[in-house]
């Protein structure tokens, strides 16, 4: 089964920038699409992207042209980068792992706030 670890995020103001790393472990990386989801507080977790195997890459409109999720196969870790952060993209960020349609796997989740 896989083990998800992510790191990065933290305090950005407004307009920053941030990179978030979801490393995987314990089984091949290379089969799994990657996705981050997000919850700001008193809200249900959203998609943001999703990158496959083949690295077709998938965005919620509210981020398309500020972030940006690719994958390095040879690390078995899949990124996520944040451009032109916005006070609204305050949550925590989750990555997961998704084989056969099926989500196998979470990470721990990191918190990323904007504020000035």
């Known amino acids: 089964q896989v083990q998800l670890v992510q790191s990065g995020g933290g305090l950005v103001q407004p307009g920053g920038s941030l990179r978030l790393s979801c490393v995987a472990s314990?089984?091949?990386?290379?089969?799994?699409?990657m996705g981050w989801y997000r919850q700001a507080p008193g809200k249900q977790r959203e998609l943001v992207a999703t990158i496959t195997s083949g690295g077709i890459t998938n965005y919620a409109d509210s981020v398309k042209g500020r972030f940006t999720i690719s994958r390095d196969n040879t690390k078995n870790t899949a990124y996520l980068q944040m451009n032109s952060l916005k006070p609204e993209d305050t949550a925590v960020y989750y990555c997961?792992?998704?084989?056969?349609?099926?989500?196998?796997?979470w990470g721990q989740g990191t918190q990323v706030t904007v504020s000035s």
């Open positions: 314990g089984s091949i990386f290379n089969i799994y699409t």
């Open positions: 997961n792992a998704i084989s056969q349609l099926v989500v196998r796997s």
